[in-house]
């Protein structure tokens, strides 16, 4: 009796925890597996190993996030992305790497890394700042969340987030026009 209600409660912890289990990559499941990111094989996790032959250095090293992005967009800064697709080395090691760049001023927009939780480390915090930050994720994705709610296709409906966010028609509309070109 004692048994079967402690199993019912270890299910039912199990089918609330599986969502966020899920949503993680994989643990990993092999050393290095240069990302074939055209490869069409069956992988485990992350995509289909390069032959060895061809997984050189080049696939294994990356300078990218030495080099400043360009901040000269609405927002006032620049993301320099180094996930799998970026870094073929990260695959299936559950890792990734971003440089964000700030113009004076800028902000990085609200958002989510839906598949990844986010470490990062300030490297230089005044006047033109820059942070590095990691994934537990070789693939750890971003949402945008002014894009998400009014730039995207096709549109959240104006009196859905009139609702939602409770304001005018009017505020709604002058914010899906900043937004109209997905960016
Ligand atoms: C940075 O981006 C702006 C806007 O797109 C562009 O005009 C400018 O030439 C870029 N600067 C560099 C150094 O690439
Ligand atoms: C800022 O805006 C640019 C262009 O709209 C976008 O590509 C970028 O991801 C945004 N966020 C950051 C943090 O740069």
């Known amino acids: ?20 289990v899920l949503a993680s990559d994989p643990d990993p499941l092999q050393d290095f597996c240069v ?78 890394h839906p598949r990844g939780t986010e470490i990062g480390m300030v490297m230089k915090g005044k006047t033109e700042a820059y942070m590095v930050v990691s994934f537990n994720s070789q693939n750890p994705g971003i949402v945008f969340v002014p894009l998400m709610l009014f730039g995207s296709n096709p549109p959240i409906p104006t009196p859905v987030l009139t609702k939602a966010l409770r304001v005018e028609a009017g505020v709604v509309e002058l914010l899906k026009s900043k937004f109209a070109g997905g960016s």
């Open 35 to 112: 990302a074939d990111l055209d490869g069409k094989a069956v992988s485990v996790n992350g995509h289909p190993c390069k032959p060895m032959s061809e997984a050189g250095d080049d696939f294994l090293f990356s300078t990218k996030l030495a080099k400043a992005g360009n901040t000269s967009t609405p927002n006032g800064s620049a993301v320099t992305e180094l996930d799998v697709a970026e870094w073929p080395g990260t695959n299936t090691l559950g890792v990734s790497m971003n440089r964000v760049d700030f113009a004076p001023g800028g902000t990085n927009p609200p958002h989510v």
């Open 1 to 20: 009796m004692g048994y079967s209600k402690n199993l019912g409660a270890s299910l039912f912890a199990m089918l609330l925890l599986a969502p966020a």
